[in-house]
């Protein structure tokens, strides 16, 4: 059982370059997120879908963009890549049930210089 | 909006001994869920113990316990017998129950807790 996979894990870009994020869940789950941990600001939601062709921007979704097209796969995109984006973006999944955990992917490190 | 706050940024223990992270929160719901998370060097976040906010009783997971203020809108975990694998970033985390608005967890800032051997 692989749970949420994220890819890549690492990844340098230069400054206005474009990449996809892809996190990828097995375990069927309706809600997906888009997260970004920094130094000292915790995990920051930028933007998550409670099902598939729906999506809904949490609070730093500047400069990113997302897509679901099936539901167990959520896309993060960066059309043009900032130093200020360089980050660690986690994805999170789960059901849509009240009483349930999210489960995190391993995270991919992301520069951009 | 709901905000979390951890205001220690860093703490240490002895191994053995116990430690109490601290978080509070901000709310005008009533019904809700609280979490801390752990993430150790690799990364990887792991769920450690999670409170419904309608249970008077506190949550305990083996070692680790919280103490769940509803009234003062606080919730601190405590580790036990304090191990060298504990050390990592804790988080405490909230999100709501409201139906609609129950999809979105807020996290505070983080703690990073080393533990001295």
């Known amino acids: 059982n692989a749970g949420v996979t994220q890819t890549p894990k690492f990844r340098v870009l230069k400054t206005g370059q474009s990449m996809t994020l892809l996190c990828a869940q097995d375990?069927?789950?309706?809600?997906m997120y888009w997260y970004r941990q920094d130094p000292g600001m915790g995990l920051r939601l930028i933007h998550y879908s409670v099902g598939e062709g729906t999506t809904a921007k949490g609070e730093v979704p500047d400069g990113y963009n997302v897509s679901r097209l099936k539901k167990q796969n959520f896309l993060l995109g960066l059309e043009s890549a900032a130093p200020s984006q360089t980050s660690v973006y986690f994805c999170?999944?789960?059901?849509?049930?009240?009483?349930?955990?999210?489960?995190f992917g391993q995270g991919t490190r992301l520069t951009v210089v | 909006a709901q905000t979390v706050t951890q205001s220690q940024p860093e703490m240490s223990v002895q191994e053995a001994e116990t430690v109490t992270l601290s978080c509070t929160y901000d709310t005008s719901e009533s019904d809700y869920y609280l979490f801390w998370y752990k993430q150790p060097p690799s990364r990887q976040m792991i769920l450690v113990i999670r409170?419904?906010?309608?249970?008077?009783q506190n949550a305990t997971e083996n070692r680790f316990s919280v103490n769940f203020q509803k009234a003062a809108k606080s919730f601190s975990l405590k580790i036990s017998d304090s191990q060298l694998g504990d050390a990592a970033m804790y988080f405490c985390?909230?999100?709501?129950?409201?139906?609609?608005?129950?999809?979105?967890?807020?996290f505070g800032k983080g703690i990073t807790l080393s533990v001295r051997p």
């Open positions: 985390a909230y999100r709501s129950a409201v139906a609609g608005a129950n999809s979105k967890l807020t």
């Open positions: 375990m069927n789950h309706e809600y």
């Open positions: 409170q419904e906010a309608y249970k008077q």
């Open positions: 999170a999944s789960r059901t849509h049930l009240m009483n349930t955990e999210a489960f």
